[in-house]
């Protein structure tokens, strides 16, 4: 199957600081990436669409000027955490989608998770 | 908003036992899919069922669809130790098919 890098895998930062995460697709071109959050014991939740060369579509009560998404190429896409504070202290995690059918599978990165100290 | 529910929300089994998780949604759908996360990590993609097919294995999985009751099940069969992880089922929505993912079931599986 496809391959969804993500990295950093963990990070800790401290409050008011920004924090970048990278996903990369690493053998397809992912015309639609998703970006989920994870809180402990919770289930994903979406946070953001973007398409390639495109603004991101957020989702209702997630913050865009504080969840800053670029999907400035067909292989990349990158969550900016602005000014992190410890309640988004949480598990990040990107999914890609490509030019195939989309009755198939959703291929997930490895997550980031993300302590704001 | 959740797509789905999944039911039990925690299940403990033995190890050998058979595991039984279910999920249901609420919008008509082209495919169900079922992931695991082991604890603090990613997403592992188990099997994907599409909604004109009712049932499909995978090894020790056996995953059915109803979609007249908009349900699936997901069955692990001789379970071990390393099956314990949580168990997600999720369906793509909307013309973006990004992935709605339900409550989660937690497994553990004692040794």
């Known amino acids: 199957g496809a391959v969804v890098s993500q990295h950093p895998s963990r990070v800790i930062c401290k409050s008011g600081t920004s924090v970048k995460i990278e996903c990369r697709s690493l053998?397809?071109?992912?015309?639609?990436m998703f970006w989920y959050r994870q809180f402990p014991k919770q289930s994903l939740m979406l946070m953001a669409t973007s398409n390639e060369g495109s603004k991101a579509t957020y989702e209702q009560g997630v913050e865009k000027d504080k969840f800053l998404i670029n999907h400035a190429s067909l292989t990349l896409s990158t969550l900016t955490v602005t000014s992190a504070h410890p309640e988004d202290s949480s598990f990040y995690i990107c999914?890609?989608?490509?030019?195939?059918?989309?009755?198939?599978?959703?291929?997930f990165g490895q997550g980031t998770r993300l302590t704001v100290v | 908003s959740q797509q789905g529910e999944e039911d039990p929300q925690a299940l403990s089994i033995q190890e050998g036992e058979n595991a039984t998780m279910n999920c249901s949604y609420k919008?008509?759908?082209?495919?169900l899919q079922w992931y695991r996360q082991n604890s603090g990590r990613g997403l592992v993609h188990l099997i994907l069922i599409r909604s004109n097919e009712r049932e499909k294995h995978s090894g020790r999985l056996r995953v059915t669809l109803d979609t007249s009751k908009k349900s699936s099940s997901l069955l692990i069969t001789a379970s071990r130790a390393a099956d314990t992880a949580s168990y997600f089922c999720?369906?793509?929505?909307?013309?973006?098919?990004?992935?709605?993912f339900g409550a989660g079931t937690r497994l553990t599986v004692k040794p």
């Open positions: 053998d397809f071109q992912a015309t639609t």
């Open positions: 919008t008509s759908i082209n495919n």
């Open positions: 999914s890609a989608r490509g030019f195939w059918s989309p009755n198939t599978e959703a291929f």
């Open positions: 999720a369906t793509p929505r909307g013309g973006n098919n990004d992935m709605r």
